[in-house]
Antibody
Framework: QVQLVESGGGLVKPGGSLRLSCGAS????????MSWIRQAPGKGLEWVSY????????YYADSVKGRFTISRDNAKNSLFLQMDRLRAEDTAVYYC???????????????WGHGTLVTVSS | DIQMTQSPSSLSTSVGDRVTITCRPS??????LNWYQHKPGKAPKLLIY???SLQSGVPSRFSGSGYETDFTLTISNLQPEDFATYYC?????????FGQGTKLEIK
């Protein structure tokens, strides 16, 4: 069964750090590009970051560039998001998602995890 | 950045209805447009990729069409499980961007 399970969310103060993890099973994780996508309370979906299969190419939304770092460990079927200098506006449910086996732009988000909630508040 | 304009933002509909949702990117994106269904507390689900390809396992009442700057998602014979929020998303260039969502509500 194809599955992505996020963990590491929680309550953190502004300026603090958090590291999200996403464990994959049921598919060839190493063959898939991966992304993080978030949804702030009452808002729509916002793409956050992308990483290619080898972990050598990363892209970020302007809103997180310089503060967030995406990485992966293919041997452990895991995706990570290191989030530093967190702000209140980073409060959201964070989803990890497969981003296809083809090169951009022929990619889409599938599968998705159920998300982990990050709350940034003093 | 490519802005994605979805309409309508919400729609009150009934079981059995035919629904059309429109997505218009701010520039041409060829066929690089995907559609997702999202229910509260659940993982979003890919419905349509590359404008018109139906994802495996998705019912055939869902269909997508369009090219460049004008795309539509059509749901025929709306079922109770289809009441959700729908998003379009472009993969033409980063930052990948989503439409603001269309919430289908029961009339």
């Amino acid at each position: 069964q194809v599955q992505l399970v996020e963990s590491g969310g929680g309550l953190v103060k502004p300026g603090g750090s958090l590291r999200l993890s996403c464990g994959a099973s049921g598919f060839m994780f190493g063959d898939y590009c991966m992304s993080w996508i978030r949804q702030a309370p009452g808002k729509g979906l916002e793409w956050v970051s992308y990483i290619n299969t080898g972990g050598t190419i990363m892209y970020y939304a302007d809103s997180v560039k310089g503060r967030f770092t995406i990485s992966r460990d293919n041997a452990k079927n895991s995706l990570f998001l290191q989030m530093d200098r967190l702000r209140a506006e980073d409060t959201a449910v964070y989803y990890c998602a497969g981003t296809g086996i083809l090169l951009p732009p022929d990619n889409w988000f599938d599968p998705w995890g159920h998300g982990t909630l990050v709350t940034v508040s003093s | 950045d490519i802005q994605m304009t979805q309409s309508p933002s919400s729609l009150s509909t009934s079981v059995g209805d035919r629904v059309t949702i429109t997505c218009r990117p701010s520039q041409s994106i060829s066929r690089y447009l995907n559609w997702y269904q999202h229910k509260p507390g659940k993982a979003p689900k890919l419905l349509i990729y590359a404008a018109s390809s139906l994802q495996s396992g998705v019912p055939s009442r869902f269909s997508g069409s369009g090219y460049e700057t004008d795309f539509t998602l059509t749901i025929s014979n709306l079922q109770p499980e289809d009441f959700a929020t729908y998003y379009c998303q472009q993969s033409y260039s980063t930052p990948y961007t989503f439409g603001q969502g269309t919430k289908l509500e029961i009339k």
